[in-house]
């Protein structure tokens, strides 16, 4: 079987061209041509030997998700439905600001944690994706966002690279699919591909606290953890994987993870910065009418996360269909904030993008395959309608 080059890093793309007799380099090469200049088509990479290009055609392939449809918000949000094999179809959203582009990818075919909010826990559960189809994201929304430098949205951002920063907030859980997610992340952050640095590429979990402490070893990136509430009691019913690891190791965990960041010996060099790239940690937290939102919640909150350096992102529900949630309103979501300000802590509002599109926090649904259930494809509906089924 052919290998899938979209679906190695320098280190396997090394190990590729040793196993077949090649030098190692070759794989910074190739991963220019794949990934910086977009080219898939190995006639096409002159710098590279007409043997080795027959060899390349007849051990490699570059295989990219298929583009089934585009939306664009009126905001300038575009969300991309792609196609990865016959059953599934993820999403993969880009979120131009003035001063970044945010690409926001997906790590799963759906997701089996089960948050009670999130349309993506509702549609249930397919598989992982591998490398190529995370990669491939990132690699659709650079060529596509470079070959129309017309547009006018584009122009909002005056950030040389179309795609700035990177947050592993679309579909499924990152955690759950380490390795290929890491293996993608690595990507991201390698000089002869994407060259983003670790403070741009940003993971999202929703607290799989042995696979925190992993990343720190493995590939320490900016870390936001979906908190939601400020006790087990109603973290258990919100985000069910809080059953498994309650609140009191989760933050242990992304204390471990700041901490790394402090800088520690290495070979004589004192103060060198490793691990994390920043240091403090994200808790999202998402804004439920009655649910979560009260002074007392507040005040909570500010007791538990007291030891943890952190930033606070609230994010205002966003609501879908049998959702069973509402919004809280904008005064109580402001009072919240400001309570958290007070009590010394960063806390800052996200602003809801591409909502008109299904877009925004928690609205993914693209199409999924449900495993467990044997459901047949299905798009959940949301508030505007079909989610993904739009072409
Ligand atoms: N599984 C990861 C990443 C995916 S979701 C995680 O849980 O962090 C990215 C963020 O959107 C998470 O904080 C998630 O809790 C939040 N989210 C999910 N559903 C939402 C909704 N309906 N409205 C607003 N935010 C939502």
């Keep these: 079987m052919k290998t899938n080059l979209l679906d190695l890093d320098a280190a396997a793309m090394a190990q590729f061209f040793g196993g077949i ?4 380099f070759r794989s910074r090469q ?3 041509w794949l ?3 977009g080219e898939t088509d190995f006639s096409q990479m002159t710098d ?3 043997a080795l290009r027959e060899r390349l055609s007849a051990h490699a392939m570059v295989e990219i998700p298929r583009c089934v449809s585009t939306s664009e918000s009126p905001d300038g949000t575009r969300k991309w439905l792609l196609a990865v094999g016959e059953e599934n179809a993820i999403e993969t959203v880009f979120i131009p600001e003035a001063s970044r582009g945010t690409l926001c990818i997906s790590s799963q075919a759906g997701c089996a944690l089960e948050c009670a909010f999130c349309a993506t826990g509702k549609q249930g559960f397919n598989r992982n994706l591998t490398t190529a189809e995370i990669i491939g994201q990132l690699w659709w929304a650079v060529r596509t966002l470079s070959a129309q430098p017309q547009n006018a949205r584009l122009g909002e951002s005056e950030h040389p690279k179309p795609v700035s920063n990177v947050v592993m907030m679309g579909m499924g859980e990152p955690l759950a699919n380490f390795s290929n997610v890491v293996r993608a992340m690595r990507i991201m952050l390698d000089d002869h591909a994407y060259g983003l640095s670790r403070r741009r590429v940003t993971l999202s979990t929703a607290g799989i606290v042995p696979a925190i402490d992993r990343l720190r070893e493995e590939c320490p990136v900016a870390l936001a953890v979906s908190l939601h509430a400020p006790t087990d ?4 019913q919100l985000v069910p994987i809080n059953r498994k690891y309650p609140l009191r190791e989760l933050l242990a965990a992304c204390q471990r993870y700041v901490d790394a960041s402090l800088g520690e010996e290495i070979s004589g060099a004192k103060w060198q910065r490793k691990g994390a790239p920043r240091d403090f940690v994200t808790f999202e937290y998402i804004m439920l009418d009655g649910v979560n939102d009260s002074t007392q919640h507040a005040r909570d909150l500010i007791a538990l ?3 943890v350096p952190c930033k606070f992102n609230l994010i205002p529900f966003n609501s879908f269909a049998g959702s069973g949630f ?6 109580r979501v402001r009072a919240f904030q400001e309570r958290l300000i007070n009590a010394g802590l960063v806390a800052t509002v996200r602003k809801t993008r591409g909502e008109r599109i299904d877009g925004a926090c928690g609205q993914l649904a693209g199409r999924v395959r449900d495993r467990r259930t044997r459901r047949p494809v299905q798009a959940i509906r949301t508030k505007h309608g079909a989610a993904g089924e739009r072409t």
Excluded: I, M
């Excluded at 007799?21 to 190692?24: A, G, L, R, T």
């Excluded at 009691?233 to 258990?236: N, Q, S």
């Design 21 to 24: 007799d090649e030098k190692p």
């Design 30 to 32: 190739v991963l220019h």
């Design 35 to 37: 990934h910086q200049v």
């Design 48 to 50: 590279l030997s007409k």
């Design 233 to 236: 009691e109603l973290r258990d």
């Design 305 to 307: 996360t007291r030891d």
């Design 326 to 331: 509402a919004r809280s309103p904008e005064a």
